[in-house]
């Protein structure tokens, strides 16, 4: 059974910082592309950053120098490390995971949410 459960969450006053972690159980972890995505209300799905099976890293422009995608495959986990949020910042965070074995794969978590509010 496939799952990715996200954690890290909150409530954080302009320019604070957050951790968002995702375990992922059920997949081939280490062969994945693992994606963080928001989305805020009203507003379509955004890739935030992206790390490759291979440790390559993108992100979106508006997250560039503010957020840090790692991973580690021995914890099947990744993370997405936020610094000096701001409101707009603001969505559920979801974690997703991309690889071909066989067909193509494409898992999501449940995500969580980030209030970046005074």
């Known amino acids: 059974q496939v799952q990715l459960v996200e954690s890290g969450g909150g409530l954080v006053q302009p320019g604070g910082s957050l951790r968002l972690s995702c375990v992922a159980s059920?997949?081939?972890?280490?062969?994945?592309?693992m994606n963080w995505y928001r989305q805020a209300p009203g507003k379509q799905r955004e890739l935030v950053a992206q790390?490759?099976?291979?440790?390559?890293?993108n992100y979106e422009e508006s997250v560039k120098g503010r957020f840090t995608i790692s991973r580690d495959n021995a914890k099947n986990t990744v993370y997405l490390q936020m610094s000096s949020l701001k409101p707009e910042d603001t969505a559920v965070y979801i974690c997703?995971?991309?690889?071909?074995?066989?067909?193509?794969?494409?898992?999501w978590g449940q995500g969580t949410q980030v209030t970046v509010s005074s």
């Open positions: 059920g997949i081939n972890f280490n062969s994945a592309a």
């Open positions: 790390i490759t099976s291979g440790g390559s890293t």
């Open positions: 997703n995971a991309a690889y071909f074995y066989l067909y193509p794969r494409n898992y």
